[in-house]
């Protein structure tokens, strides 16, 4: 059952890098099925893999770098915020409204600073 209009999200997920492959694969689809549960549809996931965090997070210096892009009401995206909290290999998250789906990442080079 669908609420409200939809809208495109982009969320960067961070699951703990102790992990076995298939807690971590576990760990993904929770995250992927409480979107899908709330009648939202996950478009693309890119996996970045194994990264070095900037800071310790909950004792932790590295993590599994996850990229998704779903589509979901905003009600029910609240409700995902909620057990992402619970989420206890989710390390981290932050999602945002996004315009478009990124098939590819690339990232430009930074501008060198001038003095």
Same mark, same amino acid.
């Given at each position: 059952?669908?609420? !409200? &209009?939809?809208?495109?999200?982009? +969320?960067?997920?961070?699951?703990?890098?102790?992990?076995?492959?298939?807690?971590?694969?576990?760990?993904?689809?929770?995250?992927?099925? +409480?979107? %899908?549960?709330? !009648? !939202?549809? %996950?478009?693309?996931?890119?996996?970045? +893999?194994?990264?070095?965090?900037?800071?310790? %997070?909950?004792? &932790?210096?590295? !993590? $599994?770098?996850?990229?998704?892009? $779903?589509? /979901?009401?905003? %009600?029910?995206? &609240?409700? /995902?915020?909620?057990?992402?909290?619970?989420?206890?290999?989710?390390?981290? $998250?932050?999602?945002?409204?996004?315009?478009?789906? /990124?098939?590819? /990442?690339? $990232?430009?080079?930074? &501008?060198?600073?001038?003095?």
């Amino acid at each position: 059952m669908k609420t !409200g &209009k939809e809208c495109l999200y982009e +969320g960067m997920y961070i699951i703990n890098a102790t992990l076995s492959e298939e807690a971590r694969k576990k760990a993904l689809d929770k995250i992927i099925s +409480g979107i %899908v549960e709330r !009648g !939202g549809e %996950v478009h693309k996931i890119h996996d970045q +893999g194994r990264r070095r965090m900037a800071y310790e %997070v909950q004792g &932790k210096r590295e !993590g $599994f770098y996850y990229l998704l892009y $779903f589509s /979901l009401s905003p %009600v029910k995206q &609240k409700e /995902l915020v909620n057990d992402y909290q619970l989420h206890e290999d989710l390390l981290r $998250f932050m999602t945002m409204r996004t315009e478009k789906i /990124l098939e590819t /990442l690339e $990232f430009k080079p930074l &501008k060198p600073i001038e003095r």
